[in-house]
């Protein structure tokens, strides 16, 4: 398989590298090829996967902007494809969106027999409504045009689809006319043996009575000045200043977000970490109280599923987010929705839940469950390679998932047990202390354990 990623790097975008650790278990044989991040080799042969990565393109500015770094992209894609294909010979391209522009690489390899799986990740037509609106003028609806015709030439080229979900699904049928039997929902679960709360090491909750979190891309359609605006709220309006924000990611709005928390007097409440790795992750989702989905109802985030959602899930919080139809679809009833842009009810909600701690621990427990027995990536890993045994008529690997759960990468961290319900209360309740006999040592030597 070759698997062609523009938007991220990888591993870093984890449906991606959770969707070659599928294949890989199945038997398959897996390239990929992505944009080069910092400190990221050029090319790594990682967990078994061969990853080809190319110095990516100037940030973007403008209609001239994005199509220098498409076509950019597609060029740096194309030769490495022909690398690849020297090396070993792939049998099928699977290309994740944005952008809709690979099926024309897909369409010259056909000519060597090569399939193509298009893994939609997102609506391109509806991010740019998103980013931009509805077009008033010529060039605004060429633009449009140009996406909705890229999206219906990636569909005719394919010969099989992944959604991510059911939204989606029913969109690409209604307007691409798509048939059912070549389209899969495959949802963006987390991997709940990994991604699972460990005692936090880290200071960031030095200082602070509680810890809201975010995790994500910050670009222009992600919402994330609607936390800085909640935490104006929180901390100048209603006095909480014991609330701190760790924001986990980067993006195109990441140094604007920067200037306006300065501007709001907050850089004392928030902490901005920029790209974080996952022992990161783990420690700064294990130490929070609550998760945060800003995301406004966009033409894009209302049918989106959001990936920070159901790893805030996997880690026990409870969130808090605008309505949106495939969030209440992922979060049920652990999560806590409000009006899209009410930043006083969004408020109202996190103080309810600061101040309730039964009411923020059941959430949590009810969370982590419903992640592991609804949204994890077990399950959704077992349609995904399916799709590709039905294409390639390969029969499924027996036994190919371990017997024992994973655990997290060694880096010292200390497991919650999740199997003691009493522990995990305590622990949801506080994001503090360590595992039960260091407590108790602690407790004999007089000392405290952070």
Not at 271 to 290: C, K, N, Q
Request: with cysteine; net charge negative.
């Amino acid at each position: 398989m070759l698997v062609i990623v523009q938007n991220l790097p990888v591993p870093l975008d984890r449906r991606v590298w959770l969707e070659c650790q599928a294949l890989i278990a199945q038997g398959y044989g897996v390239t990929v090829i992505c944009p080069q991040g910092p400190d990221d080799s050029r090319y790594e042969l990682l967990d078994g996967v061969h990853i080809h990565r190319y110095p990516p393109a100037p940030e973007a500015q403008g209609l001239a902007g994005f199509a220098l770094e498409f076509a950019y992209s597609w060029v740096r894609t194309a030769l490495l494809s022909t690398t690849a294909w020297r090396r070993s010979r792939f049998d099928v391209i699977q290309a994740c969106n944005p952008p809709d522009t690979y099926w024309l690489l897909a369409l010259l390899w056909r000519l060597r027999g090569v399939r193509f799986v298009y893994d939609h990740h997102d609506l391109c037509p509806e991010l740019f409504l998103s980013r931009f609106g509805e077009p008033d003028g010529l060039g605004g609806r060429v633009e449009l045009g140009a996406l909705r015709w890229l999206e219906r030439m990636t569909y005719w080229v394919a010969d099989q689809a992944i959604e991510t979900n059911g939204s989606y699904l029913r969109i690409v049928q209604e307007r691409d006319h798509v048939p059912t039997r070549r389209l899969a929902v495959v949802r963006s679960g987390p991997d709940t043996t990994v991604m699972r709360p460990v005692y936090p090491t880290c200071s960031i909750r030095e200082g602070a009575e509680h810890l809201l979190a975010y995790i994500g891309i910050m670009g222009p359609q992600d919402g994330v000045d609607n936390v800085l605006l909640l935490m104006d709220e929180l901390v100048h309006r209603r006095g909480r200043t014991g609330v701190r924000a760790v924001l986990m990611g980067f993006g195109d709005c990441l140094e604007d977000l920067r200037r306006q928390c300065t501007a709001l007097d907050l850089d004392d409440h928030v902490v901005f970490t920029g790209r974080v790795g996952p022992a990161e992750v783990r420690e700064y989702l294990s130490a929070a109280d609550i998760g945060l989905g800003p995301d406004m109802d966009t033409p894009l985030n209302r049918f989106s599923t959001m990936n920070k959602t159901l790893e805030y899930m996997a880690f026990g919080l409870p969130t808090v987010s605008f309505d949106l139809i495939e969030t209440r679809a992922s979060v049920g009833e652990t999560g806590i929705l409000v009006p899209s842009g009410d930043i006083g009810a969004y408020a109202d909600a996190v103080v309810g839940l600061l101040d309730d701690v039964e009411a923020r621990v059941e959430l949590g427990m009810a969370a982590r469950r419903r992640a592991v027995d609804l949204m994890d990536w077990r399950t959704q890993a077992e349609t995904y390679v399916g799709v590709y045994d039905a294409l390639l008529h390969h029969a499924p690997v027996p036994d190919r998932w371990p017997h024992q759960p994973r655990r997290p990468a060694d880096d010292g961290s200390a497991l919650v047990d999740l199997q003691d319900e009493v522990e995990l209360r305590r622990f949801l309740s506080q994001h503090a202390g360590g595992p039960p006999e260091l407590a108790a040592a602690a407790d004999r030597s007089g000392r405290t354990t952070v």
